[in-house]
């Protein structure tokens, strides 16, 4: 087995070999500029880009003209919140979220507050869950885009999304969901769950970093910040990555077609997971709904022990903690203070992220190196009896 084993998919995943042979060609062979009209290479790379759109909304339900290819799923989020507050702006200012939703939602929103808009934050339930009640309270006549993650990256809690875009929908209110940690994992149906805008990112589904998309459904107005060559129908201008965006179809077809089954694999390995903790560790807790819950994520907080000596002792496995790594500080993460978590337990947290390529032994090694660290930190400081002699001289 080698170690560190990684459990971080959350951060990103490995890319699937099956999506490394297919990018090398589009590298060294098929090196054409998709824009380019004139000739061969430019056909070969067009065509590659056309087939890669088709299998990446074909994963989420969409027609392949409403996917627009992006750098990933930060630039895709800016592009929906700033472009749809920027193209709305004769309709309304105000803007619904949630308290749990990523940086990556979290802070271009913050930039459009500066800018004027109103933003209004969603609190969740002890579970992670936002209510639709809630929501319907929070939409008001200046409300342009209601902005839900599907599938959080902390908790891996599944918001339901049908349900929101039903009360979003019938205040005539688009929304849009980061489904970044979704895509792979869940189902996505964008046509039945009724969603208007959706962000991706290859790097979570076993592509490379680097490329992501945005669905936009057909109708919705959306303004560019990217002015250039008028790529992807001049919402997005720059040259395409084609190897990048190769990659990103075919783990989006790995994904389709493999995902039911890995699915319930990887439920399993996180229960099999879940059970051995909770059986040899009294004080451990799971945060979020483990029922509306993709099915790679756990993550538990461990009460009596120092978050900070948790992650530095479990030197076997590569996790993550519900801390946020600010300069020096640690800061306790707001997804889990959202939960009604306090800083101690919120730090005393570990997010397991399984993934293709994790086995049982390996969740079972994990489980016994938690389990061990965690008794051992438990465990009260040694007393030294001392005798004279032990002493330095000038003690005695
Ligand atoms: C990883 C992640 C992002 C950022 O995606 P990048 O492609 O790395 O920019 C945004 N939202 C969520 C929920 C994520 O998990």
Redesign the pocket.
Known sequence: MDLPIYMDG?ATTRVDPRVVEAMLPFFSDHYGNAASRQHRFGWRARDAVSAARASVAKLIGAAAREVCFT?????S?NLALKGVAEASRDRGNHIVTVETE?R??LDPCARLAQQGLRISHLPVRADGLVTPASLEAALGPETVLVSI?LVN?EIGVVQPIRELAGVAHARRVPLHT?A??AAGFVPVDVAAAGIDLL?L?A??LYGP?GV?ALFVRRGVAVAALMDGGGHEAGLRSGTLNVPAIVGFGRAADICREERAGEAVRLRRLRDRLWEKLHRSLPGVSVNGSMTARAPHNLNVSIAGVNGEQLLAGLSDAAVSSGAACTSSRRESSHVLRALGLDDALALASIRFGLGRFNTEAEVDHVAGAVCALVKQLRAPEPIFEVGDDDLPAAWR
Do not use: F, I, P, Y
């Open positions: 959350h750098s990933g799923a930060t630039e989020n990523h990556a939602v993650m990256n980061d970044a940690q962000s990112t790097h979570k970093k992501g």
